[in-house]
């Protein structure tokens, strides 16, 4: 099955289905023989403009008819809890089990100063290009986690 394949059947489960966490969907995906990993599952949700909202009291996911227009805040300015660097490296910690969606949603973002990221299970580790960059780059991952709702 191809990625295109894999994300025409999350996007119909999410909308079949009240979905409430990535746990519960992998288990949807699974159901239909789709095996599939917490990251590949959180890059899916940022290229589809999947996001949590509240229904009925719950959380669930829902695609974003608004996708990319600034609407919507991200779900990953809830899960970030605060971000440190030092002098070559920075550090988001995230909420437990969070760090995958954020790293993807930093890695989205296509900023020309991050090398890369690297995410745990509540720590997501931001590569500079360069460590001359290190304090203009916080600022801008600080803007960019932190946005206001």
């Avoid at 509540?122 to 960019?144: A, F, R």
Wanted: hydrophobic share 40%; aromatic share 4%.
């Amino acid at each position: 099955m191809n990625k295109n394949q894999r994300q025409f059947i999350i996007k119909e489960i999410i909308q079949d289905h009240d979905v409430a966490n990535q746990e519960e969907l992998v288990s949807l995906l699974k159901k239909r023989g789709i095996i599939v990993t917490q990251a590949t599952l959180s890059r899916d949700f940022a290229l589809l403009g999947i996001v949590r909202i509240h229904s009925n009291g719950k959380q669930k996911y829902s695609l974003s008819a608004q996708k990319d227009d600034g609407a919507i805040t991200p779900l990953v300015t809830h899960e970030v809890v605060g971000v440190e660097s030092n002098e070559s490296l920075i550090v988001v910690r995230t909420l437990p089990g969070r760090a995958g969606g954020v790293a993807s949603y930093i890695d989205s973002v296509r900023n020309r100063l991050i090398l890369g990221t690297i995410a745990g299970d509540d720590t997501v580790l931001v590569t500079p290009v360069s460590t001359k960059k290190i304090s203009p780059l916080v600022k801008q991952i600080k803007e960019l986690l932190f946005e206001k709702s």
